[in-house]
């Protein structure tokens, strides 16, 4: 397992941005798909987005296409999710999750996880 440590999460307008890093443990960062997930008060913990190992491939949930965008640094081990046009439906706290090789999309399949950052977005 990889520990993961998020950031970036705070209170924004609606409209606004924010920025989430996720720092990982390990030097086998480059081995792991790493995703998004969130957390809205009273709800299931739903997928956000998902990146490769190698950066090529990502997918979203069709709730944040076009607006969120997920990325990776080797260099620095981290993941990020920069989020634009935020949404007070956006309000969630937001956790970022590592597996081995191949993408995925259910919680299920991610072996470790993040404490959670939370993330506000007023209207």
């Known amino acids: 397992q990889v520990q993961l440590v998020e950031s970036g999460g705070g209170l924004v307008q609606a409209g606004g941005s924010l920025r989430l890093s996720c720092a990982a443990s390990?030097?086998?960062?480059?081995?792991?798909?790493m995703g998004w997930f969130r957390q809205a008060p009273g709800k299931e913990r739903e997928f956000v987005a998902v990146?490769?190992?190698?950066?090529?491939?990502?997918y979203y949930a069709d709730s944040v296409k076009g607006r969120f965008t997920i990325s990776r640094d080797s260099a620095k081990n981290t993941v990020y999710l920069q989020m634009n046009s935020l949404k007070p439906e956006d309000t969630a706290v937001y956790y970022c999750?590592?597996?081995?090789?191949?993408?995925?999309?259910?919680?299920?399949?991610?072996?470790?996880w993040g404490q959670g950052t939370q993330v506000t977005v007023s209207s």
């Open positions: 990146i490769s190992w190698s950066g090529g491939t990502t």
């Open positions: 999750a590592a597996r081995v090789a191949a993408t995925a999309t259910n919680e299920e399949d991610f072996d470790s």
């Open positions: 390990r030097r086998t960062f480059n081995s792991y798909a």
